[in-house]
């Protein structure tokens, strides 16, 4: 790889200050499973590595108050290992679990998969579907955003120069409330998502949705969150009907590209499928949670 | 830039190297501390050829910088041996013939250690998917597959039949 500087700051502040005065290009390290892979290539050509993994608070996984704090670099199967989050969120749990190898687990992070830009991200749907808020410094301080406007297009974030992503902060989930997260692959393991879909659903005693978020991912430029598909679940339980009307408003949701994993025609229908799949889940663990 | 000094644990002696930032885990690995072991399949993250174990995780060697490994313990291909005495899952490679060319031998060995470290008692299932990032052109995997599962029984205190000559 060509020469680049590395620093490993020990404080947010001097990680802000080191990227945003960095001439050239300065890129975060986190879990490297794609900034590597990028800088192998070429396609990325930093002139400074600015490494997250020294940093307070960026790797681990706390509760604060009525919210889960999973700091932006903790790796996959730190998360994984987490019995609190996935009791919790076992989507998100899931959705983390996909991405690569059980190599890349020991290293991949949340906010790698995100601030990446994949339409793809396995771990970005489902933490989307929990209305999570990332938590951004910057030189201009901190802000909380929702996780769903990081991401602009592909490989593009709205994140400034000198700006990265702290933690990722979820709300406790409700009684009845739980999540799941599919993707299909043509492969068994280690491949992109054609589709991805994540759906977080709150039910009350009789099993009826009150509320609901439906994510998919790798059928649009960015992760789509499919409002008609939260609009066919709440009020209803999870009938055939509603079924029917899930799997539209999702295959109707989708703007996906042919690619040498599948058609335009095959993402939408998968979509489909796994809108349904992905619900019968998540009714089925939100009703356990009561 | 001058190069950047790393103090580390390999294989449970204290090691330092000097790399440049942007020499990789495995580069430093083989070239600066001749810790040939680990190969290079692909150098981006996919073949598990370069797996090593950092701080009692599997990851891909190709995948770290060097200075990532500041301060932290890393386990080698060359550290699952105690001296002469061969670890199960080298042992039973051997007896199931486990390998061809050898050159993601290495990976594999490394892989199953961790697999077997968190779990003693792993499935066909639950193994094949742990070893997902380990690629092998040679054997088709199902020897590998059935002398991790053997060395996991010897590592139980079972006795496994010998396989069939």
Known sequence: ?290 | MSKQHVSTVINGEPMEFLCEAQQTLLDCLRDELHLTGSKEGCGSGDCGACSVILDGKLVCSCLMLGVEAEGHTITTVEGIAEGDKLHPVQQKFLEHAALQCGFCTPGFIVAAKALLDENKNPTEEETRYWLAGNLCRCTGYDKIVRAVLDAAAVMRGENPPSPAT
């Open chain 1, 1 to 290: 790889m060509p020469r680049v500087s590395y620093t490993a700051p020990t404080t947010i502040d001097d990680a802000v200050k080191a990227l945003a005065a960095s001439a050239g290009l300065a890129k975060v390290l986190s879990g490297g499973t794609d900034l590597l892979v990028q800088m192998k290539s070429g396609r990325t050509r930093p002139e400074l590595i600015v490494d997250m993994k020294k940093l307070p608070g960026l790797v681990g996984i706390r509760e604060e108050g009525d919210q889960i704090v999973i700091g932006g670099a903790t790796p996959g199967v730190m998360i994984s290992a987490d019995e609190m989050l996935t009791r919790a969120y076992p989507g998100i749990v899931e959705g983390v679990d996909l991405i690569g190898s059980t190599q890349i687990q020991g290293r991949a992070s949340i906010a790698g998969n995100l601030c990446n830009g994949s339409p793809a991200a396995d771990s970005v749907p489902p933490v989307i579907a929990a209305r999570a808020t990332a938590v951004v410094a910057g030189p201009n301080g901190r802000r909380e955003v929702p996780v769903e406007s990081i991401v602009t297009g592909p490989g593009q974030t709205s994140l400034q120069k000198g700006e990265f992503v702290v933690e990722f902060r979820v709300p406790k989930p409700k009684p009845r409330q739980s999540d799941a997260y599919l993707r299909f692959i043509p492969r068994t393991e280690m491949d992109i998502a054609v589709v991805g879909c994540a759906v977080n659903v709150t039910l009350d005693a009789s099993g009826t949705c009150t509320d609901a978020r439906v994510v998919l991912g790798a059928v649009a430029p960015t992760q789509v969150i499919v409002g008609e598909a939260a609009q066919a679940l709440i009020g209803h339980k999870l009938d055939e009907d509603t079924l029917k009307r899930l799997d539209a408003a999702a295959r109707a949701a989708c703007r996906p590209i042919t690619d040498k994993r599948g058609t335009i025609e095959y993402r939408i229908k998968v979509a489909g499928v796994l809108a349904r799949r992905a619900a019968a889940i998540a009714f089925e663990r939100a009703a356990a949670r009561a």
